[in-house]
């Protein structure tokens, strides 16, 4: 199994950028993925999932309205978009499958600085 996130940076307060994970080594299709981040000094939360076919996402409180999680299942990724970025979303965010007890990606770094 193989995660890898890209699409990180540095940008300003109130950005935008899109991350993606692309994955192999299972059959993606088949399982719900999911973005969880892990700010300085905090532990890992969840972000948003989606179901396996992309029919149905959930988010956490903080990010609603302006993240969405996306797939391809044709291309084997996952992506989150993300709008109006504050300072606090700063953090390493990394890629999910439950396949296989659960598999993660190495992180990509989000910082949200002026």
């Known amino acids: 199994v193989q995660l890898v996130e890209s699409g990180g940076g540095l940008l300003q307060p109130g950005g935008s950028l899109r991350l993606t994970c692309a994955a192999s080594g299972f059959t993606f299709s088949n399982y719900r993925m999911s973005w969880y981040r892990q700010g300085p000094g905090k532990g890992r939360e969840l972000v948003a999932t989606i179901t396996s076919a992309g029919g149905s996402t959930n988010s956490a409180d903080s990010v609603k309205g302006r993240f969405i999680i996306t797939r391809n299942n044709i291309k084997n990724t996952v992506y989150l978009q993300m709008n109006s970025l504050h300072p606090a979303d700063q953090a390493v965010y990394y890629c999910?499958?439950?396949?296989?007890?659960?598999?993660w990606g190495q992180g990509t770094q989000v910082t949200v600085s002026s």
């Open positions: 999910y499958t439950s396949y296989n007890d659960g598999s």
